[in-house]
């Protein structure tokens, strides 16, 4: 049994928990939680809830810490402080700083003679590994991601910070007409805006000047400005009832030639379609907490991240069994 | 300078040459072949065509050896024998003898202190890696292959066998509605008529009776007789204008659920479109060969699948950069 430790308890954290119980060789010992732990409830009847400042008693009890904090403020610091403790794995996920997060990781597993994985999930994560393996199998070729339709967070709460706002969701949604062009081979260029739009259903205060709010929601740099946006004004009610959910998904497409003289082009596809979000990044991160182990297990220090993971390393079947069904 | 052999020239050996053009740290040193060398025509000036029984003469003078035969015969004979010489890579494809292929392989490459790696292209191969990580992501859920629209050879030339019949090219088709609902999450139980149709383009004698041999393909054992098969007579003119390409495909689809109640689906699918089923397939060995020579060089000895390779080492970029560009 791999015994798993979560580190925060949000959205991630309760989809971690959901996602150990799917995998029979894993069992949750605790929850580490900056809150009073008297006041959270977790769903694992045999596993604690235990202060995040406690944490150091836990070593030797936990196998891998499963580390769900956010990538703004959260994992640039509790990720390479817990590597020096534990193995760990996180899900950070800001691109732009991957390298920086990557090496003070490492340089705090291996002072803590620790495996560590960092950016798992699906973007990065999922989406990476299949960026790679096509950019590898076609080197002639062309990359592109498609994210949506699904929600994203930091839109919805650039949103919610506009005076009159009370609530909104804004979804991203990639043009039909840019992926049909990149699915028949087509290479085109694209701009920011011929590639998605943004839906924002957004519930006003009574009384709220509407157009100054989809105005101000339209013309915000970096979040809005560049893309076709639509903006519905709906009740409170409306969206509970319709928007309360967090999908996402996407698609990664390479498009690319071969030949003597590159005559024939191969699209490679991988898409995701996600009821939700976090909860698929859980079981993402949890079939590569096994990977983690195993690492572990051989003596392998320092920080990974999926690109140097063999895949046989997240499953907890043999190799034996891997060749005999599903190779 | 990764220093590639090619061992056995037809569609598949003539795509690894040409994939080797692209890939710029790898150069193509000889073709080996059991035919007389000097009747072979290649498309590398640089490089040497010899014949296959001189093949030891190259020992320490190739990297890695890129084995090009077919599963029937060759390759349970020739992967064993040059895995002891070279380290190897071969695209073995007949799914039910990858175990007994594979034990015999490692015994070879460990005898020879070789690496070596088995089965590779796109199924198995691609398709193999993408079954793996889906099910390891989602441990609730059913996965689906699904083959084409493609050309089959193996079907073709069975066609091809029946009396009357000059020529013929039979297409893989799989079903729409059977796609659309695996992709809906609604987890269908598939017969096998129910996932493919088979499509036949046939050229008669002249003076054949057509139909007998429509009847001799549709009531076909096992290539035909489970499966919706349509037959078209067409002229020798409309076979070579309209059907002389050799494009294939397909799709792995994993449908899974994740929880408290197990109340989310989530679709993870992969697809090819492939204008060349042996150059896409050689592209993958091509890059996999890049595997196989880092591995050799760390001192890794026995038969690995896809599954033993971590992503990052088919690709010519470091670490770094890879984790800058791609994650």
New interface residues.
């Given amino acids: 049994m791999i015994r798993i430790g979560i580190y925060g308890y949000g959205n991630l954290g309760r ?1 971690v928990e ?2 150990i119980r ?2 029979p060789d894993m069992t949750l010992v605790a929850v580490f939680t900056r809150r009073d732990p008297a006041s959270l409830k977790i ?1 694992t009847p045999t596993a604690t809830v235990a202060s995040a400042s406690d944490v150091e008693a836990y070593v030797g009890k936990i196998d891998v810490m499963i580390i769900c904090g956010g990538s703004a403020t959260d994992l640039p610091v509790q990720t390479p402080r817990l590597a020096e403790l534990f193995p760990v794995i996180d899900s950070f996920d800001t ?1 732009a700083n ?2 920086a997060h ?1 090496a003070a990781v490492d340089a705090a597993a291996k002072k803590g003679a620790n495996t560590a994985m960092i ?1 798992v999930g699906w973007d ?1 994560g ?1 989406f ?6 096509a ?6 070729g062309k990359d592109y991601t498609f994210w949506g339709k699904g929600v994203s967070q930091g839109h919805s709460d650039a949103i919610r910070r506009i005076e009159g706002v009370l609530d909104a969701k804004q979804y991203t949604v990639p043009v039909a007409e840019a992926l049909d062009s990149v ?1 028949r081979g087509e290479n085109p260029d694209l701009t920011t805006r011929q590639k998605h739009t943004r839906e924002c259903f957004v519930v006003a205060a009574e009384g709220a000047d509407k157009a100054r709010i989809e105005r101000e929601i339209k013309e915000m740099p970096n979040y809005f400005a560049d893309y076709d946006t639509t903006v519905t004004f709906i009740s409170a009610e409306e969206l509970a009832r319709d928007h309360s959910g967090i999908p996402h998904g996407g698609f990664v497409i390479r498009s690319g030639r ?3 003289e590159l005559e ?13 979000n976090p ?2 990044t ?3 991160i949890v ?1 590569y907490a ?1 990977a983690v182990h195993k690492l572990q297990t051989e003596g392998s220090v320092g920080c990974k ?8 390393y ?3 079947l043999s ?2 069994e ?3 069904t ?2």
Same sequence: chains 1, 2.
């Fill in positions: 989809g959901n996602a799917q995998n769903s691109h991957i390298p990557f950016s990065p999922m990476s590994v299949n960026r790679l393996y950019s590898a199998v076609l080197p002639d699915r071969t030949g003597a024939h082009n191969h699209i490679i596809e991988y898409s995701l379609k996600l009821d939700s909860e698929f859980s079981s993402v079939a096994r991240t999926v690109f140097d993971i063999p895949p046989a997240i499953s907890p190799g034996e891997l060749r005999k599903m190779l």
